[in-house]
């Protein structure tokens, strides 16, 4: 069945989305407005493909360098940013296999993390600065950043062209819903839709609320082989993305306190 409307929090009632052939149940209104809380699937270690770990640190002297390492187990950490990956994105059956060695490098460097390589070797800077930063809450961090590049060596980008900051969003949707978000991200906040990251990762998040667990995974594998167009949100919630995007913003107002 169709999901009800959304219940209206400014001017007229926005329209409901159009129901999606075989579409999961709807849930109810009430549900709905509750705080976004991630649900958890079900997986086993051995379920998904774990390709070959590296591990380079550049100075091991770092205070964010010996942080990482009282924190974490780099290969037991990094196994489990692939299984967060594989399941929020793929199932056993469509899980790409090209992927056959992650290096984690910890390097002094400016900004976060990022992620490079080639088609089947993958290679994700961290910066130790950044780890350094965030002591108060070091173990979270750093699982939380690199659950998020573990997404950029495993997702699908439309053969190049999808925008920035969907890919950054889908990276952060991952991360939400393994329970990694920073205390500071909130929902609703972000000026377009594609802003990325987390601003993009709580839009996703809604749009997956409304039109039944799996719209994201859908998403992505929409473009495992094709090239982008925005046509792809109409396609699968039945709306564009600006209608989709203002739905959102009068379902969660931006919290300006």
């Not at 564009?240 to 379902?251: F, G, I, P, S, T």
């Amino acid at each position: 069945m169709p999901p009800p409307p959304i219940p209206p929090r400014l001017g007229a009632p926005p329209p409901p989305i159009p129901p999606r052939p075989s579409s999961p149940s709807a849930e109810s209104s009430d549900d709905r407005q509750r705080p976004y809380h991630p649900v958890y699937l079900p997986f086993t270690l051995t379920s998904w493909l774990i390709p070959n770990f590296e591990l380079r640190v550049e100075d091991v002297s770092h205070p964010g360098a010996q942080l990482f390492f009282e924190h974490v187990r780099p290969a037991e950490a990094l196994k489990d940013a692939v299984i967060s990956t594989c399941s929020w994105l793929y199932t056993l059956r469509d899980v790409p296999t090209n992927v056959q060695n992650v290096l984690l490098v910890l390097r002094p460097m400016p900004g976060v993390a990022y992620t490079t390589g080639s088609r089947t070797h993958k290679e994700i800077h961290f910066s130790v600065n950044h780890i350094q930063k965030s002591a108060a809450r070091a173990r979270e961090e750093i699982l939380g950043v690199l659950t998020h590049e573990m997404v950029h060596c495993f997702q699908y980008n439309a053969r190049g062209t999808c925008p920035g900051g969907l890919i950054e969003g889908i990276a952060d949707w991952v991360r939400l819903n393994s329970g990694l978000a920073p205390p500071h991200w909130k929902r609703g906040k972000g000026d377009k839709w594609d802003a990325g990251y987390d601003a993009t990762a709580f839009f996703l998040a809604w749009i997956e609320e409304q039109r039944g667990k799996g719209t994201i995974y859908q998403l992505n594998a929409a473009m495992n082989d094709r090239t982008y167009h925005e046509n792809i949100f109409q396609d699968l919630t039945g709306l564009d993305v600006y209608e989709l995007w203002r739905l959102y913003k009068l379902d969660c107002p931006s919290d300006t306190s």
